[in-house]
């Protein structure tokens, strides 16, 4: 990988998932939320890569994998791409680290498709209802009209909607490559695309399940979090039997800007 470029793709139903893989060691593999791509990782991958073998991808329809009109991005495709790629790479059993809606993914691979983790860190992860943001609501009734906005009004849209998930200034140039897959004739359909095809019901499936995870489970959650509030962290703790809650200060729902320190203590305290 260089600059950020996912160098390898396996096919997933005639669309392209990129994917990239760094270090050596144990297997953990990197699973992103919306609306970001494996790029959130950029702050971790240094530092637990030499210590495990890094499998990071874009889902479906996000970062740098295939967009298209038509295009099935949910929740309940997305766990089916996690295990094609599981079985692409003929990794069993490996560590998974997982945020946002790449929690509700890997929680969905793990209870409905029988992927066997290690171990799972969940960092602010959808998994349990009620989550979206009332912009996220109002985006799945009138996706239509939000695609044919002007360019440059989306660009102010996506900025703004991406600053409140962090809880700290960012600098423009910083936050510039976590726009940049959602700009353009492409990325801005996709952008709109996967906000429409949010359900709670995909969590929903998988609620009554959490209670027989067959790993050891780690939760992370800043307590800023404006997207998913705090008092959801607790909740799932409830749910999953013998998981460890750790709640992080001044951190917000990317806590890889706010506070990347954290998530590489975290996985590290996993191996020991």
């Known amino acids: 990988m260089t600059d950020w470029n996912l160098d390898r793709s396996f096919d997933y139903q005639g669309d392209a998932v990129r994917y990239g893989t760094v270090g050596s060691g144990p297997d953990l593999l990197l699973v992103h939320g919306t609306p970001f791509s494996s ?33 099935d991005v949910s929740l309940g495709v997305q766990n089916k791409v996690l295990t094609a790629l599981l079985a692409h790479l003929g990794i069993e059993r490996p560590t998974v680290v997982a945020h946002d809606f790449g929690g509700a993914t890997t929680l969905r691979a793990h209870l409905i498709d029988g992927c066997e983790f290690e171990r799972m860190l969940l960092i602010d992860p959808v998994a349990i209802r009620p989550w979206g943001s009332p912009f996220v609501k109002h985006v799945g009734q009138h996706e239509a009209a939000f695609q044919g906005i ?58 009554d399940r959490l209670d027989r995870i067959r790993c050891p489970v780690a939760i992370l959650w800043g307590e800023e979090d404006r ?30 800007e706010g506070a990347p320190e954290a998530i590489v203590a975290v996985i590290y305290d996993l191996s020991t």
């Open 39 to 71: 790029y959130v990782w950029h702050r971790i991958l240094p530092a637990v890569s030499r210590r495990w073998r890094v499998h990071l991808f874009d889902l479906l329809g996000y970062g740098q994998s295939a967009k298209r009109d038509g295009q």
């Open 150 to 207: 002007p360019g440059y009004i989306h660009e102010a849209m996506v900025a703004r909607y991406l600053r409140g998930a962090i809880a700290r200034d960012m600098a423009e140039a910083a936050l510039a490559p976590y726009i940049a897959p959602w700009l353009g004739a492409v990325g801005q359909p996709a952008f709109y695309r996967q906000i429409a095809q949010m359900d709670e019901r995909y969590t929903d499936e998988i609620e």
């Open 227 to 256: 997207w998913i509030p705090v008092a959801q962290a607790t909740k799932l703790q409830a749910k999953i039997p013998g998981s460890r809650l750790r709640l992080v200060a001044k951190a917000g729902h990317l806590m890889r």
